[in-house]
């Protein structure tokens, strides 16, 4: 099976951020989040990993280990239940791509 999804078909996330599904299902979400300057993705945990891709700009990732610069062609992991706060503050658009990874039951 091959799933191709363009960024113009794309669901837009539930949350409150500029986000689109580009794939989803049981095992993993994958997530092309946009940041503008200045905008902030408020403090919070999620009961899975997270991988995090830059793919374009460079944007800060405050975790409870402490803050971390994620720029294009880097990534990051953070591990379930640890909190995490992205913010923007270029002046340019960030853009990062968000896999989440889900537990099998």
């Given at each position: 099976m091959v799933i191709h999804t363009p960024l113009e078909k794309a669901e837009k996330v539930s949350a409150n951020v500029n986000g689109l599904i580009m794939y989803s299902?049981?095992?993993?979400?994958?997530?092309h989040l946009s940041l503008y300057p200045g905008e902030v993705v408020d403090k919070h945990t999620n009961p899975f990993d997270v991988v995090f891709i830059g793919l374009e700009g460079s944007a800060d990732l405050l975790t409870d280990s402490g803050n971390i610069s994620i720029k294009a062609g880097e990534t990051v992991f953070v591990s379930k239940d640890t909190m995490r706060q992205f913010s923007n503050s270029q002046n340019e658009v960030v853009r990062i791509m968000v896999i989440k990874l889900m537990?099998?039951?």
């Open positions: 299902e049981s095992r993993c979400q994958c997530i537990q099998e039951t």
